[in-house]
């Protein structure tokens, strides 16, 4: 049997001590994964003069999964999102937030369980005909969507909620302001949604969305929608289960991941021992199911179940006392 290559992108700030702790997990579980280290963002740029450089990508076309800490791009002109850059280079055209609520935690729900598909590549966010005039005084933006891609991420949402046993899916858009681009985002979730007679189909206007997910969030099982509202929607998901701490996510294309964090980098605290590695470990289990490797995902996520509950060793975002290394100890132990 071929070993299963990783390519992994320890990425800045806390990045490396997070995405250590996932790998002392996959190895304790034996998964048997060679690791392939890159570099992106800061560390990146000063080590390349690049935030990604091409032997970075081209390890990753190699490998098609990569695990990923949390990147920085730096603000200001002339720095294009990493993030964006890696989803358009790769096509991952589909980003996959669950969340799922863990007793122990300082969330204000119990029993959250949704999942936000979001279009990843098009849309308003995806960066298109950014210009800002001469003088500073008009700034504009380009937002396309394709019926092509509107039907992949629909397609894939039923797809996944079919799989995973999933009753409903909400199709969330802005339709009746946005008449074009998500006008046709929601008349071709009309069409895919016919062709799923076994799931409950209902459309929610975004800003209601918003409202429902925080009056009634357990109305919500699977969410698709387009890139800019699912970034919005996918955090405010995360604050139901006690912020981006808890929250993972993939980025899946037709032949090629990228699982990752989906938090900041926290520079503030980098090095001291401090950060929790929930998200990264969640985003690893991800990467674990999509290699259809789900035994392995089941026992990792049950060990961190333990240890979030139990509050052993958990971190101070979580209301405990310790550190990374202690609470990757505490689920080390009980796998």
């Known amino acids: 049997m071929t070993q299963q290559h990783i390519t992994v992108i320890r990425g800045d700030g806390i990045g490396p001590d997070i995405i250590d702790s996932a790998i002392q997990i996959l190895d304790k579980v034996g998964c048997n ?53 890696l989803r358009k280079q790769f096509k991952l055209y589909a980003n996959v937030r669950p969340v799922l609520s863990f007793k122990g935690t300082k969330a204000r729900y119990e029993d959250i369980d949704i999942i936000t598909v979001r279009e990843n590549t098009q849309g308003m966010y995806s960066g298109l005909g950014q210009i800002v005039s001469a003088d500073g005084e008009e700034a504009e933006a380009k937002s ?12 894939f949402a039923y797809e996944l909620a079919r799989r995973e046993g999933r009753k409903k899916v909400t199709a969330v858009h802005k ?11 929601l008349k071709v979730a009309r069409e895919v949604a016919e062709r799923y007679p076994d799931i409950e189909s209902t459309e ?9 997910l925080v009056m009634n969030p357990h109305q919500f099982d699977v969410i698709v929608t387009t890139n800019l509202f699912g970034d919005i929607l996918s955090d405010l998901c995360a604050g139901l289960v006690g912020g981006l701490g808890m929250a993972p996510g993939a980025n899946i294309g037709g032949d090629c991941a990228i ?6 980098s926290a520079p503030d605290i980098a090095g001291m021992n401090l950060a929790n590695p929930t998200s990264v470990i969640l985003a690893s289990i991800q990467m674990l199911e999509y ?3 789900g035994d392995k995902a089941e026992r990792i996520r049950a ?20 550190g990374t290394t202690e609470f990757t100890q505490a689920v080390l132990e009980r796998l």
């Open 204 to 212: 929610m206007i975004v800003d209601n969305a918003c409202m429902q």
């Open 144 to 155: 396309m969507i394709t019926r092509e891609g509107a039907e992949k991420i629909v397609v």
């Open 33 to 85: 994964f060679a690791y392939d280290y890159a570099d992106a963002g800061l560390m990146a740029l000063e080590n390349h003069g690049e935030l990604l450089p091409e032997e970075t990508l081209e390890l990753i076309k190699k490998n098609r999964v990569a695990l990923k800490g949390p990147l920085t791009t730096p603000v200001g002109e002339g720095f294009t999102s990493i993030n964006v850059s």
């Open 303 to 322: 060990a961190l179940k333990d240890v979030i509950e139990t509050g052993d060793r958990t971190t101070k975002d979580l209301g405990g006392t310790h």
């Open 259 to 264: 699982f990752e964090a989906v938090h900041g």
């Open 175 to 185: 339709a009746n302001i946005l008449k074009s681009t998500s006008g046709l985002f």
């Open 291 to 293: 290699l259809e490797m």
